[in-house]
Antibody, heavy 120, light 111 residues
């Protein structure tokens, strides 16, 4: 069964760091770009970052550039998001999503999401 | 950078057809594919249209997509509406300048 399972969310103090993980299964992970998308509860979707199949191309939303780092481990079929200098504006559900072979493709598989709460 | 603008909400009766628009603010709508997602309350998004007008397997043919270059917009149409179609719908496209992904603000469909 194809599946994406996020983990690592939780409560974090402003200014601190958190690392999210996404475990992929049921498909050839290293054939596809992967993305992180976030959603403030009750609000819309915001793309956060994406990484190509071979990590050769990486892109970030302006809102997280310089603070967040996306990475992947194809051997472990895992996707990561290192989030530094967190603020209340980063508080959201974070979804891992499977793209296609290139950046123009739709996201055809989404995880269930992990909630990040930034609060003192 | 461009934006994708969707109506905040639409409403239609069961059995009818509804169309949700997605207007690109700058650059040609046809320069990059538009994809559409459905998100029911409490659930993750699912892809219902990819590459402007293609339907993933398992998505009913009541869902269709199109692009209108004259209005620089894409549209998602859903016919034969049922209460199961009540959800938020998002359009999405790729920005080749930034190599990023842009989502529309989402449209809440009430049936």
């Amino acid at each position: 069964e194809v599946n994406l399972v996020e983990s690592g969310g939780g409560l974090v103090l402003p200014g601190r760091s958190l690392r999210l993980s996404c475990a992929a299964s049921g498909f050839k992970f290293d054939d596809y770009a992967m993305h992180w998308v976030r959603q403030v509860p009750g609000k819309g979707l915001e793309w956060v970052a994406g990484v190509s199949w071979d990590s050769g191309r990486i892109a970030y939303a302006d809102s997280v550039k310089g603070r967040f780092t996306i990475s992947r481990d194809n051997a472990k079929t895992a996707l990561f998001l290192q989030m530094n200098r967190l603020t209340s504006e980063d508080m959201a559900f974070y979804y891992c999503a499977k793209g296609g072979p290139s950046g123009i493709d739709a996201f055809d598989l989404w995880g269930q999401g992990t909630m990040v709460t930034v609060s003192s | 950078n461009f934006m994708l603008t969707q109506p905040h909400s639409v409403s239609e009766s069961p059995g009818k057809t509804v169309t949700i628009s997605c207007t690109r603010s700058s650059g040609r709508i046809a320069s990059s594919y538009v994809h559409w997602y459905q998100q029911r309350p409490g659930s993750s998004p699912i892809n219902v249209i990819y590459e402007d007008n293609q339907r993933p397997s398992g998505v009913p043919d009541r869902f269709s997509g199109s692009v209108d270059t004259s209005s620089n917009s894409a549209s998602l149409s859903i016919s034969g509406l049922t209460t199961e179609d009540e959800a938020d719908y998002y359009c999405q496209s790729y920005d080749s300048n930034t190599r990023g992904v842009v989502f529309g603000g989402g449209t809440k469909l009430t049936v």
